[in-house]
């Protein structure tokens, strides 16, 4: 049964969502950030485990045996125990905060500065605000991720200041900048694609399903951050595993890359293509329910505000407005 099929009807279907109706308030700039805030948090505990095997696969180089996501997964349980998927998750909630509170503020600015009508779908200018909220954001995050992903390649736990120390006697402050570069040419293009891809299939479940803009729909969030996650991992994974490999060289390998340049020309020559490919699957796996979650809370906070916000302009508008005595009442006065 098409959409249109049930437009109007009281009977309640399974596919449709619950979907409650909420006034188009335009919000503030500290209220997306608490948005952004509140789902990176969200999306950073859940999906950290995931991260962290990513972060494994990843970092393994051509002299190191071949493992897949399972494998991984059934060797860190082995040798080093549950909990070990969860180290680093303090360096990653550190940043997870701020950086995505930063990351979603800047998103919305860039709308506003890039299209007139924020609520319109336009592909460039939704892509434009999203690489602007990549090269805001990355400050923040980059340095923590540094020290999450060491502490993600640890086989002993290791607090998160020892290795912020350690690396910092070894390689001086630039170390938690390394792959900063790679970070902004792969970041750019993640976060453009990720964004234009969300909204774009978000705009379509929309209109398909014949839900207004202004009507809050969970399943459609959930479905247009899955898209926008898997499509964007997959495109830019080869410069993720350039920059995993700036950013923990000397961790798990003696390698050294000087830039970013020159560790794609040693991957290519040691592992080839494939070198590019570590991990791929991991990082869709891990990037779809991500994006899937942190869309949908970051949304569903937004529904909160602007729910809270209307009821309070309805509230002080209620208050304001003088009562009408009837004749009978001025009379009997």
Not at 41 to 54: A, G, I, Q, R, Y
Not at 55 to 80: D, Y
Not at 129 to 153: E, N
Not at 260 to 269: C, E, P, S, Y
Request: net charge positive; with cysteine.
């Amino acid at each position: 049964m098409a959409a249109s099929d049930v437009k109007g009807s009281n009977v309640p279907l399974s596919f449709i969502p619950h979907i409650e109706e909420v006034n188009n308030t335009e919000l503030s700039h500290w209220q997306h950030m608490v948005a952004g805030a509140v789902a990176g948090l969200t999306e950073t505990t859940l999906m950290f485990p995931l991260d962290t095997v990513k972060t494994r696969l990843q970092s393994i180089t051509v002299n190191a045996p071949s493992q897949g996501l399972f494998s991984c997964v059934a060797e860190i349980l082995r040798k080093e125990g549950f909990l070990k998927l969860w180290r680093g998750i303090g360096a990653a909630s550190m940043t997870a905060g701020p950086g995505h509170a930063v990351y979603f503020a800047t998103y919305e600015i860039g709308k506003q500065l890039f299209s007139n009508n924020v609520d319109e779908y336009k592909p460039l200018a939704t892509a434009g605000a999203g690489a602007l909220a990549a090269l805001v954001s990355d400050g923040v995050f980059i340095p923590f991720d540094v020290v999450k992903q060491r502490m993600q390649l640890q086989k002993t736990s290791t607090s998160f200041f020892s290795i912020v120390s350690r690396v910092y006697m070894e390689r001086g402050v630039g170390a938690f900048f390394a792959g900063y570069t790679t970070t902004l040419v792969m970041e750019v293009p993640y976060t453009a694609v990720h964004f234009a891809t969300y909204e774009g299939v978000k705009h379509f479940l929309l209109k398909y399903r014949e839900i207004p803009d202004h009507q809050f729909s969970v399943s459609s969030h959930l479905i247009a951050g899955a898209m926008a996650g898997t499509v964007a991992s997959g495109l830019t994974n080869p410069l993720d595993v350039v920059k995993t490999r700036l950013q923990t060289q000397g961790e798990v390998t003696s390698s050294s890359y000087r830039n970013m340049l020159h560790a794609m020309t040693v991957i290519f020559k040691q592992e080839g293509l494939k070198g590019f490919l570590r991990g791929v699957v991991a990082r869709m796996l891990f990037h779809a329910p991500s994006a899937s979650i942190c869309f949908t809370a970051y949304s569903g906070c937004k529904f909160l505000f602007s729910r809270f916000s209307s009821s309070s302009a309805r509230s002080v508008h209620e208050s304001t407005v003088p009562t009408v005595s009837s004749p009978h009442e001025r009379a009997s006065g």
